[in-house]
């Protein structure tokens, strides 16, 4: 079955601190993994994707297909980071309907 | 500007009275899709579209209704409102194959 997994529902860290937020999927073809960001009072958007490996907002994700996890990083947290964080996963291939599942949300907080 | 527009961003009704949440976007999008999301739940696909009159069930498609009769429509009926479905409600689009998902900034429903 297709699942993704964030265990935490809060993460709450002091600005500057190492930043790591969980992602494990459960996906038996070749997954396309994504990270969501919601920012108080605003709409959902992209924040990166597996595909591209970039970093965006001094964010980065690797997906590690032997532990299936797609964790998302940042070396030093800001106040702004905080938000509403999202793991999501796609499948590939020509049956693609280009259903993306959700994680369960992870909170992340900033203190200065 | 591209986006999805969703409305209204809040709604209060009471048990058994029909409503409609519409949700219309400018970028020509070909796929369309409604989420549901709950404290502790993430966010949860209700119904999906691929294109014009072509519409399939997401994982929580009870109770819902939805139509595609053009391409930048896709309203989200419920037929029959019942406390269980006081959510927020989020539409997205994105073009076929395409990656990024865009999303609408949300309905709040209250169910009475």
């Known amino acids: 079955a297709q699942r993704v997994t964030q265990p935490e529902k809060l993460l709450s860290v002091f600005k500057g601190a190492p930043v790591e937020l969980k992602c494990n999927y459960s996906y038996s073809g070749s997954p396309e993994l994504f990270w969501y960001v919601q920012y108080s009072r605003q709409r959902l958007q992209l924040l990166l994707r597996?595909?591209s490996r970039e970093s965006i907002k001094g964010f980065t994700a690797d997906l590690n297909k032997g532990e299936t996890s797609f964790h998302l990083k940042k070396p030093f947290a800001q106040e702004e980071d905080s938000a509403m964080y999202y793991c999501a996963l796609s499948g590939r291939g020509s049956g693609n309907t280009g259903k993306l599942i959700f994680g369960q949300g992870t909170t992340l907080q900033v203190k200065p | 500007e591209a986006q999805v527009t969703q409305n209204p961003r809040y709604l209060i009704t009471v048990t058994g009275k029909k409503l409609t949440v519409t949700c219309s976007q400018n970028m020509n999008h070909e796929y369309m899709s409604w989420y549901r999301q709950d404290p502790g739940l993430g966010l949860r696909q209700i119904y999906y579209?691929?294109?014009?009159?072509?519409?399939d069930k997401g994982d929580v498609p009870e109770g819902y209704k939805v139509s595609r009769k053009e391409k930048r429509n896709f309203p989200l009926i419920l037929e029959s409102p019942s406390p269980n479905q006081t959510s927020l409600y989020f539409c997205a689009s994105r073009d076929r194959g395409g990656e990024k998902l865009f999303f609408g900034s949300g309905t709040q429903l209250s169910v009475l």
């Open positions: 579209s691929m294109n014009v009159e072509v519409t």
């Open positions: 597996h595909i």
